[in-house]
Structures are given as structure tokens and as C-alpha cells.
């Protein structure tokens, strides 16, 4: 069919209404078909289920400055998964670093996971949790299995085993709580100390 004959076929006020009538049709088909789509659908938590994450970042870096513009925290990760509904990142095999405002050597912190809550500022980081404080004649390293940096409040808690590695010995306590402006480190209970007598 040429398109002369289209063209003479739909001159007919007959065939012309009945077209137009059956696209109508059509059209208000496919609006029906794509409401109840949506009703199906939902959000976009209910599609992929509430442990997948909205959005993902390799090789991610978090930093946070203090309000003269001083660098307080930077936090990377190979992997961020980020979930919007809870506004909060989960974090693979992170690595912070914390920085003091007399701008001393920061503490590094290193764990397993980690869990970033955007809104309050907080990380709490899980599994094999090494805390490493250089001072300019010596180290100090703190482990633990979960620990938490409270970045608005500038402390780092737990209520974890922890253990503290220096050069001159070895203190174990039950929970710690640090505050890093002011570099006072406090162990909450059973506190344990062996230490090397200097000759």
C-alpha cells in the first residue's frame, strides 16, 4: 500500500474515526499497563532487597575539616556501598587517619570493616581494629575488635578488649575511650599492666 491510497483511505470520515479511535484505545492501554507497573515496582529498596546497596565507590576517600578549616579525619577504603534510605556507607578494609588540632603525627587506624554514619559523623570500625600513635621517640599500638570515632565530639571509643603495645610493655583493660585533641587515653576496667623495668 503507497501512501496515495493511505491518504485516500483516511479522507473517509468512517475509517478516519475509527483510527483515531483505536489509537485512544491503545494509548489509554498502555497508561493502564504502566500504572500498575509502578504499583509493582515500588521503591527502589524494595527491588533490590534492603542488604543490596543504592550506589558503590572503589578506591573511595572521606575527609572532614573542623570549622577553621583544619583536617580532622580522612577514611579510605578499596570499597564504599553506600545505602540512602539508612544514610549510611559500609566500608571494606578501611584506613583512617585522625588528625589532632596541635597538629602532631595523627593516629592511623586500621580494621577489617567499617561502617560510616554520614548525618552523625561517626565510624565504627569491626574485626582486627590496630590503632598506631607515633610520638617523635616512640610507638604505641592499640588493638581491639570493634572501635567507634566520634568525629564531632573528637573521641574514639570501645567497650571491647583492648590491648596496648609499647616499647617498655603491655596493658590490657575492658573498654577504652580516647579523646584526640587533648592525646588522654582512658581504660575503663580491668586493667592489666606488664612492663620492663629500665636498668
Partial sequence: MNLDTLSALFRKPRLRTLALAATVMATVFLMWQREEVDELGGDATELRGPSEPDSFVVEGRYTTWDE?????????????????????ATMNAPRARIYSAQGVDPWIIEADEGSLQQNEDRVTLTGNVVVLRQTADSEATLTTQSLTLDNQQGI??????????????????????????????ELNSRVEGQYETIR
Fill in 68 to 88: 577553621q578549616g583544619n583536617l580532622k579525619m580522612t577514611l579510605a577504603s578499596p570499597r564504599i556501598e553506600q545505602f540512602d534510605d539508612s544514610d549510611h
Fill in 156 to 185: 574514639v571509643h570501645t567497650d571491647q578488649p583492648v590491648t596496648i603495645t609499647e616499647p617498655f610493655g603491655v596493658t590490657r583493660a575492658t573498654g577504652m575511650k580516647a579523646w584526640v585533641d587533648q592525646r588522654i587515653l
